[in-house]
Structure formats: structure tokens, C-alpha cells
């Protein structure tokens, strides 16, 4: 629970008392100091991060670097009394608790210090303790931005332990058990005299030096303390302010006034492949898109008037301005949806197709030149694979009761497309019945499974899906089409096709070319070939099509390395995105995944997951 006060508070002896009374309940304490100073403490912890403005001259660059930890003040070096004494109270009661205590100060060095000055000064006592001392340089050492040169050094803290500033003396540190740092930071991060921040430089410095100090801490908490977090991450924050989850829904109420793909997909699919097909195939199909529900130019101005650099935790404050950027270039190609443009922000946004994924698909063409499914297979009705999708979603609800999803059959839908949590299936729609059960997982398995686990999270990004999701997404949804035995190898053509079609579309290939290419160098029918021509030169050319292959790859080689599914499916997320969730399951941020797949609980799929994990390649799919 937190405690908080909105108002700004003396430091009185009254006030130093709440402050350890709560504490000693294990509640969390976030108190507003005079002249802007800040005590933030998430829970009872054996540690303290602290910062001091130089006297009358406030650094806010510096001070922002302690905002990313669980445990923190920033006061005025002018307030040392009172900091003092507060420091003090908050290291007995938190050293009586978990048997020792850390205090960490970071200060800026001069502007005026030497050019060959360390960029990071770790202070320590000469004797004690050098494994915790040794790990923050090593940490700190290993920091790479760009050109710029990390150099660390060391020397004693007795400054911090004499002298009018000192907090506390070597008989009090003794007495309470607590170990006293200091971390000096050459100023890189702002221009000298100016004192001009330069915001990506320190954004991206600061998430370094709180790793850095986490795994210090770490060391120091495992050995000294009763304390025994299971990871570094787990001394993070856990309790969220309220202006993440405002951020959040901002966001995400954004993202909720589209739907990207419907508003991309052509609601005139069959009328235009009539035409195309009695023009000869010669000229292109003119398609028609549903009206835009929004206007994106005002979109964006609300985008950017979010204000994510509120935002202290650096981990989602990462999180929120890589959605931004997302929502910036899907609205962008919404714009400019049927005009050369909407290619480019699709390039940037899911894209293109690089040597060796062209290679791979490839190889799967020519490994299979003709279509192997016979084209009299029998077609499952509409009526009854939706009937099938239903009973599955029932399936995912059995597990988690909020699931609110269900299948729309509807008339202006080409195919399946899961949006917002529910299946859309068109009317004319033909599946393969061999194929139901595959798709069923694809669609429901994953795409509906993996939105309400998002759901089931605090975090909206989840479900909304984090930027660049749709690679790990729609190489999962293939892997479970081929774990349920519905991967045929006429899928799979398929998939090397849309990789192909796109790679020609990036370099300037009309839609005729890609589909007679498809036709006479590939063998696909006529009909095949213009929905694959169709997905990729939909709204001016959509790279999106080569996302379920790529990923399909990458997921193998994620398995191949011993990596487990099931993390995967909280929700929609990348794969770049897996130590960011994992540092969140730490935090105790985000809960346990509530849903799995029925294909993780049939005993029958665990040979095939056993040979993945021994790993194998997209061609030993076709074996099976």
C-alpha cells in the first residue's frame, strides 16, 4: 500500500518518525521534501540511493539518475541536517530489520575537472567489503554508448564520512552495520557551462548506471543482509505511480480509436479479382478500403502531448516511447494509405526482407516447385469451423473466466483476421477441413489466446501489442499450426511466397509482376496467386506478409538456444522484448500467465517441442 503525501513536508523529528513507523510496517513511503526534494522508498529495503543539489546550484540532470531505483532521496545539500538525521533513523530501522544497510551517493564531478578525468568514481572504504565495490566497476566498466570512452576509477570515501556534509561517521556505520559509497559522474551528459542536458545521451546512461548499481547492491544484499532477491532486477521498483498507468491507458486509448489491418485490408476482394481476372490479367485491380474512422494528424498531437518524460522508471518509460514511435508510423501509413508513402513508413514499421530469409524462402520454393494439397480436398463450411473456433475460445475461458471473445462471420472480411480479441471469418472464406485445427490454434491458440493474457496484465501495452510484436506472434501462431500436425507443405509454400512477393515489391515490382512471377516462376494457380499480390500491394504496399516466415525462423533458433515457449505468451510482445518482461515478472510488476494453449498440455506434443529444442531448421518442417 502506498503513503503518500501530496504536500511538501518539513523534516521534523515527527516527520523522520512517520517516515520509519511506516517502514516498520512494510509499506511503502513517497514524501515530497522542501525545495523540491523527494523520499521515495517502494518497499523496506536494505538499501538507499541518495542525491544532494550542490548549494544553490540544482542538478536536475544528476538527480534524475537516482529516480530509477526503489529507494531514494533527493534533497539540497543546504537540508544536510535534516538529511542527516533521516538517513540515519531509515539505516538502524532497515539494518535491524535485514542485519545490514547500504547508502549509495552519487554527486556530478566538477565541469572543470581534468579531459582525462574518469567518466565514474566509485568511493569505498580501503578494506572492507571489495567484492561489492568490484562489481560496481566492473559493471560500470562495461558500459558501452556509442564513441563514447568509459573509463572508472577508485578511491577511498573517507570525504563522505568527515567534514560538514558527512552523513555519517565510521563508528555509526559500524554501529548500524551499513556500508557508506559514493559514485562520482563526470558530467558527460551536459554541456559544460551551458549545462545543456543532452537528453539521449543521459536517458541511455541512466538505465546503465542503474543496472550497474542493481547489481552492486545485489552482491552486497546476498552476502551481508537476510535479504535474498532471486535476481538484480528483483531490487527494482515494484509499486507503479500513478502516472504509468495514466500513460498507459493514453496510449492505449489511441491505439483503440483503428484497427489497423481491417482499415488496410480491401472490402472489395472478390469483385476486384473478377476484374482482374476479365481484363487478362493485364491491368490492376482497383481496390476499395473501409472510411477512415480517424483523422491522423490529431491523433498525433494527442500522441505527443503524452507526457512520457514524467516517467521515472526507466524500463517503461522505454516501453511507452517505443509504442509512441509504433503509433507515429501506423498513423503515418494510415495517411498515406494507397499513395507510394505508405511503403516506406511500412518498411520502417515491420520491415523488409534481408539475404538470408530471401535464401529460405527460396529454398522452400524450390524444394517444393508444385503445389502438393489436393485442390478437390474437401472444404470445411463456415458455419462449422466458427462453431469449432467457438468451443476452443470456451476452452481458453475454462481457464481464465474474464475472456470475452467469439467469432464474427462477416461479409466484408477476406480469410480470417483476429482484431480486438474476437475472430473474423469471411463469408467466403475456403478452408481446408485438414487445415482447421491448425488454424484454429493459429488464430485462437495465439492471437485470441495471447491478447487476453495481455489483458490479464496491468500493463495495456500488452495487449495492444508492444511495437514490432507481429514477427514473434505470427512465428509462434506457424510453430502451432505445425505442432497439431496442420503445417502442410502447401503452407509453407505459401509463407516463402508472400517473403518473395515482398521482396520484389521493395524493389519496385507492379502488382501484375508479382503475380504472373508467382504464376509462371512459382506454379501457383491464379486465384492463390492474387491474394498473395494482394496482401502484399494492399494500401500501397504492405511488408507485413514476410513477418510469419521471418518469425518462424527466429523462433526456431530462440528454442534451438534451450528458451521455453510459454514466456512467450504473455502476451504480444517481440522477442527483444523477453529481458524486459522478465525484469517486470521480477519487479512483481506484471502476474502469472493465466491461459495456455491446449497444445502445451498434450502429451502427444512433446516429442515434437523435445526436437525443436534439439533444433532443427524450416526445411526439417517439411518432413513432417
Known amino acids: 500500500m502506498q503513503h503518500l503525501i501530496g504536500m511538501t513536508e518539513a523534516i521534523t523529528d515527527v516527520f523522520i518518525k512517520s517516515v520509519t513507523r511506516t517502514l516498520k510496517r512494510g509499506r511503502q513511503v513517497r514524501r515530497r521534501l522542501p525545495d523540491g526534494g523527494l523520499l521515495h522508498i517502494d518497499r523496506p529495503l536494505p538499501f538507499l540511493v541518495l542525491f544532494r543539489h550542490p548549494a544553490g546550484q540544482p542538478d536536475h540532470a544528476t538527480a534524475d539518475f537516482v529516480k530509477a531505483e526503489a529507494s531514494y532521496i533527493i534533497a539540497r545539500e543546504e537540508q544536510t541536517p535534516g538529511i542527516r538525521l533521516l538517513v540515519r533513523e531509515i539505516a538502524k530501522v532497515m539494518a535491524d530489520e535485514f ?51 568509459v573509463t572508472v576509477d577508485t578511491a577511498s570515501n573517507h570525504a563522505l564520512l568527515q567534514g560538514p556534509n558527512s552523513l555519517m561517521g565510521e563508528e555509526e556505520l559500524k554501529q ?35 543496472n550497474a548499481i ?20 528483483a531490487l527494482g521498483r515494484q509499486a507503479v505511480v500513478p502516472a504509468v498507468w495514466r500513460i498507459d491507458k493514453q496510449l492505449t486509448a489511441i491505439s483503440d480509436q483503428f484497427r489497423f489491418l481491417l482499415l488496410v485490408t480491401p472490402v472489395n476482394a472478390d469483385e476486384a479479382w473478377e476484374e482482374f481476372r476479365k481484363k487478362k490479367f493485364k491491368e490492376q485491380p482497383a481496390f476499395h478500403y473501409r472510411l477512415m474512422p480517424v483523422d491522423a494528424d490529431l491523433l498525433k498531437r494527442e500522441l505527443y502531448n503524452i507526457p512520457i518524460e514524467k516517467v521515472e522508471d526507466p524500463t517503461l518509460a522505454f516501453l511507452f516511447r517505443d509504442k509512441r514511435h509504433e503509433l507515429d508510423k501506423t498513423l503515418s501509413m494510415l495517411a498515406d494509405r494507397n499513395t507510394p508513402h505508405f511503403l516506406y513508413s511500412s518498411l520502417q514499421l515491420f520491415g523488409g526482407v534481408d539475404d538470408h530469409l530471401l535464401k529460405v524462402a527460396e529454398g522452400i520454393l524450390a524444394a517444393i516447385p508444385e503445389p502438393m494439397r489436393n485442390h478437390d480436398a474437401p472444404l470445411i463450411p463456415v458455419e462449422e469451423f466458427a462453431a469449432l473456433a467457438e468451443q476452443e475460445i ?51 491458440g495465439t492471437h485470441i489466446l495471447t491478447y487476453f493474457n ?19 506472434q505470427e512465428g509462434l501462431a506457424v510453430l502451432s499450426e505445425y505442432l497439431v500436425g496442420g503445417l502442410d507443405q502447401d503452407r509453407l509454400r505459401i509463407l516463402a511466397a508472400r517473403v518473395v512477393a515482398v521482396h520484389h515489391l521493395t524493389k519496385g515490382c507492379s502488382f501484375t509482376d508479382n503475380f504472373c512471377r508467382l504464376k509462371e516462376d512459382y506454379n501457383f494457380d491464379d486465384e492463390t496467386a492474387f491474394n498473395v499480390a494482394m496482401r502484399v500491394h494492399r494500401g500501397g504496399g504492405l511488408t507485413k506478409d514476410a513477418v510469419y516466415l521471418r518469425g518462424l525462423v527466429h523462433l526456431l533458433q ?33 502476474r502469472p500467465v493465466p491461459i495456455r494453449p491446449r497444445y502445451l498440455t498434450d502429451p502427444a506434443v512433446k516429442p515434437k517441442l523435445e526436437k525443436l529444442k534439439a533444433g532443427i531448421s524450416v526445411f526439417n518442417l517439411l518432413e513432417n
Do not use: C, W
Open 99 to 149: 542485519g545490514a544497510f547500504m547508502v549509495l551517493e552519487l554527486f556530478a564531478a566538477p565541469d572543470i575537472a581534468a579531459a582525462d578525468s574518469p567518466t565514474f568514481r566509485v568511493l569505498g572504504p580501503e578494506q572492507a567489503l571489495p567484492a561489492t565495490i568490484l562489481t560496481l566497476r566492473q559493471e560500470l566498466s562495461s558500459i558501452k554508448i556509442g564513441n563514447l570512452p
Open 176 to 210: 548500524h552495520s551499513t556500508l557508506m559509497l559514493g559514485l562520482e559522474l563526470k558530467p558527460v551528459y551536459r554541456q559544460a557551462g551551458s549545462g545543456q542536458v543532452y537528453p539521449l545521451l543521459l536517458r541511455t546512461l541512466r538505465a546503465h548506471v542503474s
Open 214 to 233: 542493481k547489481k552492486a547492491v545485489f552482491d552486497f544484499v546476498r552476502v551481508q543482509t537476510s535479504h535474498q532477491p532471486k535476481h538484480f532486477q
Open 394 to 444: 470456451a476452452y481458453l475461458k475454462s481457464q481464465y473466466p474474464q475472456l470475452d471473445s467469439g467469432v464474427d462471420i462477416r461479409k466484408d472480411i477476406v480469410g480470417l483476421i483476429v482484431s480486438k480479441g474476437r475472430l473474423n471469418i469471411g463469408t467466403d472464406a475456403k478452408i481446408p477441413r485438414s487445415r482447421a485445427q491448425a488454424l484454429i490454434q493459429h488464430e485462437v
Open 454 to 472: 495481455g489483458k490479464a496484465q496491468p500493463l495495456n501495452q500488452l495487449y495492444v501489442g508492444v511495437p514490432g510484436y507481429e514477427e514473434l
Open 558 to 590: 530462440y528454442l534451438k538456444e534451450g528458451n521455453d515457449l510459454e514466456p512467450l505468451l504473455i502476451g504480444k510482445i517481440r522477442q527483444e522484448y523477453i529481458p524486459i518482461i522478465q525484469e517486470l515478472i521480477y519487479r512483481n510488476v506484471l
